[in-house]
């Protein structure tokens, strides 16, 4: 029984250790950038569908930034750089 405890509560904290491993882009609102050039980058480099490009595009204007994509530095940092070349806001966090 000690055993099984111990067991699942390094688990967690593996998991914990994961989660918090995550990192996110955030992207921020600009008065240079159209709605539909905001939406078309967000499916190219984000992978994200139409209705998530354009639910986070309507965030980012009204609210000022929307996190974007989340997952490890290394994956981030290149999608991160794409949408700075083309143009957008966006930030690491």
Not at 33 to 57: G, K, P, R, S
Request: glycine share 4%; net charge negative; hydrophobic share 40%.
């Amino acid at each position: 029984m000690i055993y099984s405890t111990w067991t699942e509560t390094a688990e967690c904290l593996e998991i914990k250790s994961q989660i918090e491993k995550l990192n996110r882009i955030i992207l921020f609102n600009d008065d240079v950038n159209t709605f539909e050039w905001v939406i078309e980058c967000l499916m190219l480099y984000c992978q994200h569908d139409a209705i998530q490009a354009e639910q986070c595009a309507t965030i980012v204007h009204y609210n000022g930034k929307c996190e974007v994509k989340t997952g490890s530095l290394k994956a981030l940092k290149p999608i991160c750089e794409t949408l700075l070349e083309k143009g957008l806001s966006a930030e690491i966090n």
